[in-house]
């Protein structure tokens, strides 16, 4: 079986892996592998404080990745020798204001309504987990099971794990998806190439929709959704954990990792396929970072970047076949791409593989954007 994945993000990568485990020859098209949203996210991984009222089948895919991950960055730093940067030492919510905790309140009794433990936290108990918090915080939650990733470190090394399992890699543009007999053949490529190909998966994050050669509403819609984050440095300890933050009603997180790097993060804007960094958007974030802690002034700036997040119509995973015969998107992971990287790469590999399909991603098949399912 010959696949083509178009796109070497986090998601197309780790697809690529384990399709190519499963036995299958793929073959990875990307100009610049890694380069688009998986080289700017923070890397939190957290179902459960992400968790946003309506999004259940999202929670528990959320939670069903989480728990892969342990497993799958053992196997993938054991098959490269590389390092991913996972850690599993929780994510700490904090409100800033009366308000803030309010909503932190209403976020724990929806939690607890979905069976999911959340241990609510005093202001000082939030300082005593984080001593450099403001004295300010009201009281936070405490994830105890989320964590965090590299994507930096997470991205090179599925890269590496692809090649160990002989998956070919192509730099070039993907520009059409060429279709014989009513069913995808192979992709074309910018340099006149044509790659055959017996399946193709398209998760080229919020470029998915740009392909030529397919029949209209073949892919659903996905558009991008810009994020600026910035990059400090430490030398001293600053912050034991992730921790994210609601300051007067706005949202802020802080990623630590062990090299002394600090991700702080992110807008949120619809503006197309805009990357611009803004003086307006870095000032937000750290105007909120420093409300809830003041000592990152201090810290040495390291760089701004601009990401554009894959966001499908409901902002949920696009995963499965399309009306195209041959042909399976990978797309709209939105904000948890990152977290989602393990299972969707079990989903997708099993799709493309005909093996079984987890049952978790029965909501997030494309057809559901199609006028007679949505009807
Ligand atoms: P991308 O990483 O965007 O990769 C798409 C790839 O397709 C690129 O390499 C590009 O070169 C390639 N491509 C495009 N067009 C073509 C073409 N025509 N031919 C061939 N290749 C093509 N998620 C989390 O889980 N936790 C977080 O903390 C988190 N924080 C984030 C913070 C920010 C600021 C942003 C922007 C995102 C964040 N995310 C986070 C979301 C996460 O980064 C994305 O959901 C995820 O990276 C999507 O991966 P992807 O592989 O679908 O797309």
Redesign the pocket.
């Known amino acids: 079986m010959q696949i083509v994945i178009?796109?070497?993000?986090?998601?197309?990568l780790a697809t690529a892996w384990r399709t190519a485990a499963g036995g299958a020859a793929v073959t990875l098209?990307?100009?610049?592998?890694?380069?688009?949203?998986?080289?700017?996210?923070?890397?939190?991984?957290?179902p459960v404080s992400e968790l946003t009222y309506g999004e259940e089948p999202l929670l528990r895919l959320g939670l069903a990745s989480r728990d892969r991950y342990g497993a799958f960055v053992a196997e993938l730093e054991e098959l490269t020798g590389l390092e991913t940067g996972y850690r599993t030492d929780g994510i700490l919510e904090v409100a800033f204001d009366s308000d803030d905790l309010r909503h932190l309140d209403d976020l724990r009794r929806f939690q607890e309504d979905l069976g999911i433990p959340a241990e609510a936290l005093t202001g000082r108990e939030c300082r005593r987990l984080e001593p450099m918090l403001a004295p300010g915080v009201r009281g936070g939650l405490l994830a105890p099971e989320d964590g965090s990733v590299d994507?930096r470190r997470l991205a090179p090394a599925l890269l590496a794990a692809c090649e160990r399992l002989g998956v070919r890699l192509v730099r070039r543009?993907?520009?059409r998806v060429v279709v014989e007999n009513g069913a995808a053949a192979g992709v074309g490529l910018d340099d006149g190439t044509v790659i055959p190909a017996d399946r193709v998966l398209l998760?080229?994050?919020?470029?998915s929709g740009?392909?030529g050669g397919l029949p209209p509403g073949t892919v659903p819609p996905v558009r991008p959704v810009k994020?600026?984050?910035i990059r400090l440095r430490t030398r001293a300890p600053f912050l034991r954990r992730a921790t994210r933050g609601l300051v007067r009603g706005s949202s802020v997180y802080l990623?630590p990792r062990a090299d002394g790097e600090i991700v702080l993060?992110?807008t949120q804007e619809e503006l197309g396929f805009d990357t611009r960094v803004t003086a307006g958007g870095l000032w937000e974030l750290l105007r909120d970072a420093r409300e809830l802690l003041p000592g990152i002034t201090e810290l040495e700036f390291a760089e701004v970047r601009a990401?554009?997040?894959?966001g499908s119509p409901d902002n949920a995973p696009v995963m499965g076949p399309t009306a195209l015969p041959g042909l399976l998107v990978g797309?709209g992971?939105?904000?948890?791409?990152?977290?989602?990287t393990p299972v969707s790469a079990d989903i997708l590999s099993a799709m493309l593989l005909d093996g079984p399909v987890p049952e978790v991603a029965g909501p997030f098949a494309p057809d559901r954007f199609s006028p007679e399912v949505s009807a």
């Open positions: 178009i796109g070497a993000g986090v998601i197309g098209v990307d100009p610049a592998p890694a380069s688009g949203a998986s080289s700017v996210a923070a890397g939190m991984l957290t994507p543009r993907a520009e998760a080229a994050g919020p470029w740009d392909l994020g600026q984050v990623v993060g992110a990401g554009l997040r894959p797309t992971h939105f904000r948890n791409g990152i977290l989602l």
